[in-house]
């Protein structure tokens, strides 16, 4: 191997190997974010936890946007660019520019936003309304320092440091924690009081997290005080990115936003258990905590997609950015063929232990004033989202591939098409019987499934073959796996039926992970000596 081979194959297994940190280090964020979400959940399934659900999705949306969304996504491959052909300094004089032109952005967001929601608040309605409004108030200013967090982040990313954008959600969790299971119990049976210490919660973490990334960024020689002028040329860049991913994005973000607006809007309460659509009173199909029950097991199916897919996402996007740069599309196919393949391994095994031990997973939440009976109901919801696990594994991968080559368009023009297909669907499949909450999960595993396989189609034009037998043979291994793995669970399920749950669910989990492990090693599966660290195959 020459000394330009050597060089790429350290470069590549630098960011392959980094995907491990960031998932080992996710995995441990998760599960700091489990007990959060734990002791937030046992307040109860109620119109008031309704509320903060939804409040919170309103600076989350924000942070999706211009954060970890487009901002970042437009961000990486031009400030990659930058110092591949001009140097550090140059790139630190981007970031300089980036940073000062979101902060002002993001402030006059914040100003606007937050006089909206007060003016609102005055307006005469109900009390979950209110109270609603109050709790988007006090969460709001999140918005503002979760982006900067993102863009920051970002910038870490590009240059292959990975792990304190991987452990910031833990201070945020850390927060959440303190506040949901510690403080909020000696407000004793307040529960408004209790979910607002939370929400201070919130913003008091977005602080702590953006002040420790700009200390990192001044340590790692990254940073340079922000600036608005003069504006570098890179900016034209990002922006010209970033102006169709905003469009596209916002639309995506807000059609996902609407999905907890029609839950609340759906839901019986004490003053209405109907709707009026067009003169037709129509008896409401979802009942009153559905968006603390359906967060509840969105929560767990984006727990293995974060750990896994994303932190894979995370870790090979610079890398791909880095060949798109350079033009190298044989190391870009290369790339983007093994990150698919482990992504599909990752999210059919994944998937199908999620399914199976839905219930007895869901059962933890039930304390407190979280029901049995609440927890099934999340226990179902949960195993309609995992049906597409493998398409959001996979998406994860796709998406950043358009990204790395500077096309912004193509993955959010589908995405939006099929955004449209979501609600309609969504709103069909809401009224059936035996569906009811079910429905958000089954639209969105339908969509996500028929997205993948259209920008694999797209991709595979644009980039020429990708190995699409490599990942056929892969997908036929892990389908092999996953059915050997689901026997042995299904079976220790039934046979530990009458044990305690985290018991049960730490014997099922571990042995389907050996088993899936060990029939992967049978077939000489080479996705094995990925996760192992040894060379591609």
């Not at 809007?265 to 009173?281: A, C, D, E, Q, R």
């Not at 979501?422 to 035996?434: D, K, R, V």
């Not at 299904?490 to 389907?512: F, I, P, Q, R, T």
Request: glycine residues 8%.
């Amino acid at each position: 191997m020459d000394s330009k081979a050597q060089s790429e194959h350290k470069e590549r297994e630098h960011f392959f190997n980094a995907a491990k940190v960031v998932a080992g280090i996710t995995l441990i964020s998760r599960i700091f974010g489990f007990f959060r979400d734990m002791g937030i959940v046992s307040l109860g399934a109620t119109r008031y936890n309704d509320a903060f659900g939804l409040a919170f999705k309103i600076p989350n949306l924000f942070r999706r946007l211009f954060g970890e969304g487009a901002l970042a996504s437009a961000f990486v491959p031009v400030f990659t660019d930058v110092h591949e052909k001009n140097g550090p300094e140059k790139a630190r004089l981007l970031l300089a520019n980036a940073m000062a032109i979101l902060a002002v952005f993001l402030a006059a967001l914040l100003v606007i936003g937050e006089l909206g929601f007060f003016l609102y608040s005055l307006v005469p309605g109900p009390k979950d309304r209110e109270f609603l409004m109050l709790l988007v108030i006090i969460m709001y200013p999140y918005m503002f320092t979760v982006c900067l967090l993102a863009l920051c982040s970002a910038a870490l990313n590009a240059r292959g440091r990975f792990v304190f954008p991987a452990f910031a959600p833990i201070i945020f969790n850390i927060f959440g924690i303190i506040a949901a299971w510690w403080l909020a119990p000696l407000l004793k049976e307040n529960l408004q009081h209790q979910l607002m210490l939370v929400a201070f919660s919130v913003v008091i973490a977005g602080v702590v997290q953006l002040g420790a990334v700009l200390w990192l960024l001044k340590r790692t020689g990254l940073f340079l005080r922000p600036r608005l002028k003069p504006v570098e040329p890179g900016i034209g860049q990002i922006l010209k990115l970033l102006a169709p991913m905003l469009i596209g994005l916002g639309f995506l973000q807000f059609s996902e936003f609407f999905q907890d607006i029609i839950a609340w809007n759906l839901t019986v309460t004490k003053l209405s258990s109907t709707i009026n659509i067009f003169g037709w009173s129509i008896p409401c199909p979802l009942r009153e905590g559905v968006i603390v029950r359906v967060g509840a097991a969105r929560a767990f199916y984006q727990f293995p997609m974060g750990v896994l897919a994303i932190s894979l996402g995370v870790a090979v996007f610079p890398l791909l950015s880095r060949y798109a740069s350079r033009g190298d599309m044989p190391n870009l196919r290369d790339s983007v063929n093994r990150a698919i393949r482990l992504s599909l391994t990752e999210g059919l095994a994944t998937g199908v232990g999620l399914f199976i031990l839905a219930e007895p997973i869901m059962m933890i939440y039930a304390r407190r004033r979280f029901t049995v009976d609440d927890a099934m109901q999340a226990a179902f919801v949960l195993k309609t989202y995992v049906l597409g696990m493998w398409a959001y594994c996979s998406y994860q991968i796709l998406a950043r591939a358009f990204y790395a080559c500077k096309d912004t368009k193509t993955p959010l023009k589908v995405s939006c098409c099929l955004a449209v297909f979501n609600l309609i669907l969504l709103l069909s499949l809401i009224w059936l019987p035996g569906v009811g909450p079910g429905a958000f999960g089954l639209s969105t595993s339908i969509t996500f499934a028929i997205n993948v396989m259209v920008l694999i189609y797209i991709l595979r034009k644009r980039l020429g073959l990708i190995g699409g037998w490599k990942i056929a043979a892969s997908l036929v291994r892990a389908v092999i796996a996953c059915a050997v793995m689901a026997g042995v669970v299904h079976y220790l399920k039934w046979y530990m039926k009458d044990m305690n749950n985290l018991v049960l669910l730490g014997v099922c989990v571990s042995a389907g992970a050996v088993v899936f492990i060990f029939v992967l090693w049978l077939l000489r599966s080479p996705e094995i000596k990925e996760l192992m660290g040894k060379k591609a195959v």
